[in-house]
């Protein structure tokens, strides 16, 4: 895991000879485990991963990949206050672990990217991680190599196996996107660096979307802002009904000398998890340390926080209204491409985790784990070579094929020997059935409906 950096800090204590914290990974538990599932979540580069993507009838041919990412490991975007920040080092060094082979001449070929063209602010966002001292929100080399990993085993499936993009591909054959913060162009980059390695910048041209959930110019929609309010206060009354959870609180703040509300509203969470993802120890105050009980408590309140979400249907509601932009430009791209029309065939899109939570949620596939770090959400598009005017859709999660868990083809199954869904099932729930739970039959009108 990364190293902390090395000098000595100001309590005199040298980073490298703190007590490592990371208990060893067994299999998975039975039930629900805060520890495994932080451990899912942090998704340290470590063994080969097994993956689902490019697997068809032999007969069958693959036309177009669509990947939604969710940016790799970061420096947290929160500070426990009156606590020294974790000593995690964002230079991209090649000899420490995790590493990657490609690491080094990722390195080069991104600081020769002046070529690339980059919409409005992404121009001036840099190519990759760059501070001794991470600086808040920042890509680590966890969350470069993570990256690496994921566009190597892309490339081996699509580009040797299935040969989706011509060694002279054009910039036309690709789409990429990415909402403007520097870990999510940067992921982008270093998925694409090894899909197609040592690429062309002149044929790389990054669009910025502005909305983390890929609205574009279809944002206006109260009653999506009216169920993620909702969703706001079931979480609230399910945080202030955990006694266990309000003594941790009280306890933490104690110990690091501030009112329970103050470090309630810094979120520790997200900066405990860089703690335990880089195996480093919890910070320490005069007053005592936190520790993994703090952490085990905390994490179990988010695992049965998303547990009821799925049940209470509110962020379903939220999900269905915030990911209809995005889906219905996914849907009209595969639709465009199953009509012969061959631009586009490798879309990115790098994004955050409640870009891809909620589409899971749309489509239902409620099975899924919350996005970890660096996870994918890809859409493939094949064509029945027997049947050439029959084109299917797989989707894959993390590299696990979760078609048949979506709500438009979970009755599909069963009725079909093909281990693909119809393109039309995709196209019909998205153009029409979202809406139906809203008594509506298009995206304006169930936006601007009254809740019943």
Not at 182 to 203: E, I, N, V
Not at 375 to 401: C, M, S, T
């Amino acid at each position: 895991h990364l190293i902390p950096v090395n000098p000595v800090r100001e309590d005199g204590l040298n980073p490298k000879s703190r007590k490592r914290i990371m208990p060893d990974l067994l299999t998975e538990p039975p039930a629900l485990d805060p520890l495994y599932e932080a451990h899912v979540y942090c998704n340290i580069p470590s063994i080969a991963e097994r993956s689902m993507e490019g697997h068809a009838p032999h007969y069958f041919k693959l036309v177009s990949v669509q990947v939604l990412i969710r940016h790799g490991d970061r420096y947290p975007l929160y500070a426990i206050p009156k606590t020294k920040r974790p000593d995690i080092d964002c230079m991209l060094v090649p000899s420490r672990k995790p590493s990657h082979p490609q690491l080094e001449a990722f390195i080069k070929h991104m600081s020769k990217g002046s070529a690339a063209q980059m919409d409005g602010s992404l121009s001036s966002l840099p190519h990759f991680p760059s501070h001794s001292l991470c600086e808040m929100g920042e890509l680590t080399q966890t969350g470069v190599v993570q990256h690496l990993r994921n566009g190597q085993l892309l490339r081996e499936i699509y580009i040797n196996k299935h040969k989706l993009l011509p060694g002279d591909w054009t910039a036309k054959q690709l789409y990429l996107e990415t909402t403007g913060k520097s870990r999510t162009l940067q992921s982008a980059l270093a998925l694409l660096y090894t899909f197609l390695p040592d690429f062309d910048w002149k044929k790389i041209n990054m669009r910025h979307q502005w909305s983390t959930i890929f609205c574009s110019g279809s944002c206006d929609c109260p009653m999506r802002n009216h169920y993620l309010e909702e969703e706001q206060r079931r979480q609230y009354s399910l945080r202030v009904k955990n006694n266990d959870l309000e003594k941790i609180y009280v306890d933490m703040a104690k110990i690091v000398g501030i009112p329970t509300r103050q470090l309630r509203a810094s979120n520790p969470i997200d900066s405990l998890l860089c703690y335990f993802c880089h195996n480093v120890s919890f910070p320490c105050t005069k007053a005592g340390c936190i520790g993994m009980e703090h952490f085990k408590v905390i994490k179990r309140h988010q695992l049965e926080d998303e547990r009821e979400r799925q049940e209470k249907k509110l962020y379903f509601l939220y999900a269905l209204l915030a990911t209809h932009p995005l889906l219905n430009q996914t849907v009209n791209r595969l639709q465009r491409i199953a009509e012969g029309k061959r631009e586009e065939v490798f879309v990115l899109y790098s994004a955050h985790d409640v870009t891809l939570s909620p589409v899971l949620s749309a489509l239902g596939i409620t099975e899924a784990r919350f996005p970890r770090f660096a996870a994918r959400l890809v859409f493939e598009l094949w064509q029945d070579g027997k049947r050439p005017k029959e084109h299917f859709i797989r989707i894959l999660y993390n590299g696990a094929d979760v078609t048949f868990q979506t709500s438009f083809c979970k009755d599909h199954y069963k009725r079909s020997s093909k281990p693909m869904c119809p393109l039309e099932k995709l196209v019909n729930f998205v153009k029409r059935d979202m809406f139906l739970i809203f008594n509506s039959t298009s995206y304006h009108d169930a936006c601007h409906r009254r809740a019943l």
